[in-house]
């Protein structure tokens, strides 16, 4: 186990460097960068060329680009994302660490809730195969993989927010949350998570639970169940005991593999509802080019996806020891 | 000869081809065939909207001569058609105005919405009625009309950036497979590394620094969304270098990439291309998702996006706006995903529909 764990993780150190060089030169290589954009703010013409010498000089854009990566590559290992180039200067992992609870608790609670549903159905449509719940929640769930979440989204606002009054929308608390007992906050908070956690978890529940039920089949057909029900084992034993804990495996891949998901298609929908999360202020950086912001934001996701992967292989290696010797 | 055609199958000998036989289990999956039909219907709306909604009619009798502006607009559909077919005057000025400055006792025959996607009017936020069926958005512009120029967006991502990704994926798989070793290793790194950014990632990354136009999305979703098509054309390459048949364009001396583009390559090419259809619904969804954050079609010009984002923008004062976009954005995605169920069904038959 130690070799393959070792092995796996030495095939991921360049990968990590490559990520580290796109990061980096995607960003930097584009035209236009934040001095030029804070400066065309100045009317004055020659004003406005001094202002950006001396924000370039501020922000140290005046260096080549190998000096740039370099001083960039040092400060990354100390977790040090540099100051923001918005007006503000605030420090960047300030302002990702304010947005990260949102985006976090987001994808935990969709993640969980996700799985807490699509086990139960993958097993209950593989137990009785193309009987009525196997028919049903596949024509369900697919109807429903195939709405695109933010083309939901929408619609979802438009009746439980605005024509019903049911829900909030906008962000991630009320504007009186400080006025508020312990116990109507945690509602406030609550009635803010309901959509939006919604939408983030519908669309992989159709992937998940299809996962689930596909593996099942797949252990239905090796020689101990079939030993396990000609000694005569309870049907429902067979499945939960026998067949369902040989399931496990394939989903801790799956587990690893969704976070990439989760991570990239928060865009749109924190956009869509005001969010305080990650994609949002990826966005905002965007539209204001702060550098060091998008550089990091960038990285700490590819950085995240690998070690999804990452996590997901050894601990497929872990749990099946055949992997190893492939 | 009676020997060799007796270990031949039965569709060899009927002289069917693969494309051909996979055309025919393709033509048995119903849902497969509705998407498609959708996917048609949508390069038809595209390609004929001048005739559906135009502020100037398909055919009429303006001061004694016939006009054909409709029609011509619809030629200038096809690249290039606008340098050699011109539109004559009056219809060529912005300022002429068809609908006032026809008589209506000549002869005109009118598109079924009578509006460009452009046109404003003093309706603004109006509900469906008789004069706009789908009502109107906050400038006062005919939904419909919108919707159906919406729908060149639509086909256009589908195509251009798909098109760019399918270049890119087929040639660094076709070269790691083929070539294997250090370059495969190269190659495959490289797939790995740019499959750690979240594609949507990348594209907004990118496109930041860009001037928000279609063209731009789409070339950058081309260059973002290639890396799954690599990792299918390296797969198969793999797979068919221990052929047979392969082995014997090798004995004959052929240049190997006659050896990769003429003889793996069509035969790797049916994999990818189930890759490919899914990647157009992909395409679809950014593209529609980037207009509605404001970095795709920019307005006045419609895309299912930008019109989904107007819908947005005035959910209180005009919920019926948000329908169509919303609809017509589900629908072209799940023909999409349809279609490339179907098709891979088609082109593997070991894979038994229900597993």
Redesign the interface.
């Known amino acids: 186990m130690l070799t393959y764990a070792l092995r796996r993780i030495l095939i991921a150190v360049p990968t990590l460097f490559g990520i580290t060089l796109v990061s980096f030169f995607m960003i930097t290589l584009a035209p236009g960068d934040p001095a030029s954009m804070q400066a065309d703010q100045i009317q004055d013409t020659r004003m406005s060329i001094r202002v950006y010498e001396q924000l370039r000089e501020y922000y140290g854009l005046d260096q080549p680009l190998p000096v740039r990566y370099w001083e960039w590559l040092k400060r990354l290992v100390t977790l040090d994302f540099g100051q923001s180039m918005t007006p503000d200067s605030r420090k960047v992992t300030a302002k990702i660490a304010e947005r990260l609870p949102a985006t976090l608790s987001l994808a935990l609670l969709s993640l969980v809730l996700g799985f807490a549903l699509a086990i139960p159905i993958g097993i209950l449509s593989g137990a009785r195969r193309n009987g009525w719940f196997d028919t049903l929640s596949s024509t369900v769930l697919y109807a429903l993989y195939a709405i695109p979440s933010y083309v939901m989204a929408i619609p979802l606002i438009l009746w439980f927010s605005i024509k019903w009054d049911l829900l909030p929308f906008q962000g991630m608390r009320s504007d009186h949350f400080e006025q508020l007992s312990p116990l109507a906050q945690a509602g406030d908070l609550a009635s803010h998570f309901i959509l939006i956690t919604f939408c983030f978890t519908y669309g992989a529940l159709a992937y998940q639970s299809r996962f689930v039920r596909q593996n099942l089949l797949e252990v239905f057909q090796q020689d101990y169940i079939v030993t396990a029900r000609a000694k005569g084992v309870s049907e429902s034993t067979v499945v939960l005991k026998h067949a369902f804990r040989n399931t496990l495996i394939p989903l801790v891949t799956l587990f690893g593999l969704s976070l990439p998901q989760i991570l990239g298609g928060s865009v749109i929908l924190e956009v869509m509802f005001n969010w305080p999360g990650i994609g949002r202020l990826f966005f905002e950086s965007i539209l204001q080019r702060d550098y060091p912001t998008i550089m990091a934001l960038s990285f700490i996701t590819a950085v995240l996806v690998l070690l999804g992967t990452l996590l997901a292989d050894l601990a497929y290696g872990l749990v099946d020891p055949r992997v190893r010797y492939e | 000869m009676s020997e060799l055609s007796q270990t031949q199958s039965p569709d060899r000998v009927l002289g069917r081809s693969i494309g051909r036989m996979a055309w025919e289990r393709f033509r048995k999956n119903p849902r497969g065939m509705v998407g498609l039909c959708f996917i048609l219907l949508m390069l038809a709306l595209a390609f004929f909207s001048p005739l559906l909604a135009n502020r100037q009619p398909i055919i009429c009798k303006y001061q004694g001569a016939w006009y054909f502006p409709g029609v011509v607009d619809v030629i200038h559909n096809i690249p290039f058609a606008s340098l050699v077919i011109l539109k004559s005057p009056p219809f060529s000025r912005a300022t002429f105005n068809a609908a006032q400055d026809l008589s209506p006792e000549e002869f005109a025959i009118w598109p079924l919405v009578p509006y460009g996607p452009k046109e404003t009017s003093g309706r603004t936020l109006a509900p469906p009625c008789r004069e706009h069926w789908l009502g109107t958005d906050q400038n006062g512009r005919d939904v419909l009309a919108r919707m159906i120029y919406g729908c060149i967006v639509s086909i256009q991502v589908g195509i251009i950036s798909m098109g760019i990704a399918t270049l890119i994926g087929v040639i660094l798989g076709a070269v790691a497979g083929f070539w294997g070793g250090w370059i495969d290793i190269l190659i495959s790194?490289?797939i790995?590394?740019?499959?750690?950014?979240?594609?949507?990632?990348?594209i907004?990354?990118?496109?930041?620094?860009?001037e928000p136009s279609i063209v731009n999305v789409m070339v950058v979703i081309g260059l973002t969304s290639w890396t799954s098509i690599a990792r299918y054309t390296r797969g198969e390459f793999i797979r068919l270098l221990g052929q047979e048949y392969v082995l014997a364009t090798r004995a004959l001396g052929c240049h190997p990439e006659r050896i990769m583009f003429k003889h793996i390559l069509p035969n790797a090419i049916a994999p990818v291309l189930v890759t490919v259809t899914f990647g157009i619904a992909a395409a679809i969804?950014s593209e529609?998702?980037l207009s509605?954050?404001g970095f795709g079609v920019q307005q006045p010009d419609p895309s299912w996006g930008n019109i989904?984002r107007d819908?947005?923008d005035h959910?209180?004062s005009a919920?019926h706006l948000?329908?169509p976009p919303?609809i017509a954005?589900?629908l072209a995605?799940?023909s999409y995903?349809l279609v490339g169920d179907a098709l891979r069904d088609a082109i593997d038959p070991r894979i038994s529909r229900?597993?």
């Open positions: 790194r490289f790995e590394i740019v499959q750690c950014f979240p594609t949507f990632f990348l907004l990354a990118i496109l930041a620094w860009l969804l529609a998702g509605w954050l989904l819908a947005y959910l209180r919920p948000v329908y919303c954005i589900f995605v799940l995903n229900e597993t």
